[in-house]
């Protein structure tokens, strides 16, 4: 099975902050990787596929890039409506893997 | 629009069943795959079971593996998961998601399992 560890697993940043979170892939995953943002008590929104394709809706201040094993997506503006948590989920292999989330918290 | 409504969540004892069901609508569902994910209480998200656009390519969780079955009935828009022998660590909220792009783009709310004696 093809491990994912996302890092780090919470945050707290203020508004305005670049945010940064990364996925790593225990094996080699080519660009087989999305991006979910989750609110409480809400389902997971994707907001990247294709590691670095911006789902149409999402703002442009989310980006995602990477390839192979090491991915990151970026946050390039904090705003207070992403306070959220946030999962990568690679599809590359089954079973299909997410990462263990990161928690990104306002200051 | 597309909307992605599961039913049949519930409190079964353990070693019970239980049938999700997953009601598709506003995309032609017989073109996508669609899957099972789902997420304890406080814990992330777990993949489950993915099914093609037919019945014949199905993968599931090792976790699953042997206990649930995934199906899908194209003329009337539903997906289904069918989960035997249920354990208290099935205990979750199950999503319904599909679409395209690789990583599925469509969740549902999602329907509550409780295994409890």
């Known amino acids: 099975d093809i491990q994912m560890t996302q890092s780090p697993s919470s945050l707290s940043a203020s508004v305005g902050d670049r945010v940064t979170i990364t996925c790593r892939a225990s094996q080699g995953i080519r660009n087989d990787l999305g991006w979910y943002q989750q609110k409480p008590g809400k389902a997971p929104k994707r907001l990247i596929y294709a590691a670095s394709s911006l789902q149409s809706g999402v703002p442009s201040r989310f980006s995602g890039s990477g390839s192979g094993t090491e991915f990151t997506l970026t946050i390039a503006s904090l705003q207070p409506e992403d306070f959220a948590t946030y999962y990568c989920l690679q599809h590359n292999s089954y079973p299909w893997t997410f990462g263990q989330g990161t928690k990104v918290e306002i200051k | 629009q597309v909307q992605l409504v599961e039913s049949g969540g519930g409190l079964v004892k353990p070693g019970g069943s239980l049938r999700l069901s997953c009601a598709a609508s506003g995309f032609t569902f017989s073109d996508y795959y669609m899957n099972w994910i789902r997420q304890a209480p406080g814990k992330g998200l777990e993949w489950v079971s993915y099914?093609?656009?037919?019945?014949?390519?199905?993968h599931y969780a090792d976790s699953v593996k042997g206990r649930f079955t995934i199906s899908r009935d194209n003329a009337n828009n539903s997906l289904y998961l069918q989960m035997n022998n249920l354990r208290a660590e099935d205990t979750a909220l199950y999503y319904c998601?599909?679409?395209?792009?690789?990583?599925?783009?469509?969740w549902g709310q999602g329907t509550l399992v409780t295994v409890s004696s």
């Open positions: 998601a599909g679409g395209w792009g690789g990583t599925p783009a469509w």
């Open positions: 099914i093609g656009s037919t019945n014949i390519y199905t």
